[in-house]
């Protein structure tokens, strides 16, 4: 399915989903809030390799990682532009009804040169306490793309300086930022991957049960006003396929933002009173 790029329904990379959970029961036993009084959302970012570790960065603010085309990657900027949530209300679970979906909008630039495994807020905002089965990613370049920008440990602006390693900001200039040098076996060179095209990623929302992943739709519980929302990138995955020596800046570009569409994940999902 297309619309103004590619539609996906992620799947949750092994050892990347974190979760609150329900409770200590089945979640499935737990009957979600029917109410369509507002309660607050707060939803974080985080980012990571795609086996969980941390991935720290050099002196000078940059990330090495090698990939499985076995480049050597030295990331000096990595920028992901968040356009929108939407919270999509229809799906296959009895809990969720269609026509009350919810759009949000973002337009933040997340820097996955930031420190990895830290969550920053993206968005608090208020929804109807209502399920949600299935959720929307749009990314892409925002209103606000003239506003500050973060790169990594280094901050650029009009001059109004920013804490190093701020891992969101206002303005997002495109949906897929990536530049850097790569080498493999006595070759070098350089690469600048920036797509300014939306891409939009899709997935239904998912927790755990008994050590298992199971499709569960987001709810507020009885009593509950305030929920916590995480999505995660594994940003190893963005430079899977790349082949610095034979691609094109286009095909880069491309595999990039395909891989864009998998790398995205829902984290994790936290309740409180």
């Known amino acids: 399915m297309k619309r103004i790029a590619l539609f996906v329904l992620v799947s949750l990379a092994g050892g990347a989903f974190a979760s609150a959970g329900c409770g200590n029961g089945s979640l499935l036993a737990v ?9 607050t ?5 985080t980012h990571h390799p795609n086996d969980g570790s941390e991935l720290e960065a050099g002196a000078d603010g940059f990330k090495t990682l090698v990939n499985d ?5 030295s990331i000096e900027e990595a920028r992901l532009g968040w356009k ?22 973002v337009n933040k630039n997340e ?33 606000a793309a003239a506003a500050l920008i973060v790169y990594g440990a280094k901050a650029h602006d009009a001059g109004h300086g920013e804490p190093e390693g701020t891992a969101v900001a206002e303005g997002a200039e495109g949906s897929l930022h990536l530049s850097g040098t790569w080498s493999k076996d006595g070759a070098s060179g350089a690469f600048d991957i920036h797509s300014t095209s939306g891409v939009a990623v899709e997935g239904t929302f998912q927790s755990e049960e008994d050590g298992e992943i199971i499709d569960h739709p987001l709810h507020f519980h009885e009593g509950e006003t305030l929920l916590g929302l995480t999505f995660g990138t594994d940003y190893d995955e ?3 396929g790349i082949d610095f020596q034979h691609d094109s800046e286009d095909v880069q570009t491309g595999k990039a933002v395909s891989n864009l569409v998998t790398a995205v994940h829902q984290d994790g999902v936290s309740h409180e009173e």
């Open 41 to 45: 959302l707060s939803v974080s970012v």
């Open 111 to 143: 820097d996955l040169l930031a420190e990895d495994l830290v969550p920053s807020e993206l968005i608090d905002t208020t929804v109807p306490m209502i399920a949600y089965c299935r959720y929307q990613i749009v990314f892409g370049p925002s209103a």
């Open 238 to 240: 963005l430079f899977s």
């Open 69 to 73: 085309q076995g480049f050597t990657i």
């Open 84 to 105: 929108e949530l939407v919270l999509i209300s229809g799906g296959e679970d009895s809990e969720c009804l269609e026509g009350h979906d919810q759009t949000i909008a």
């Open 31 to 39: 009957n979600p809030s029917e109410s369509g009084d507002p309660g």
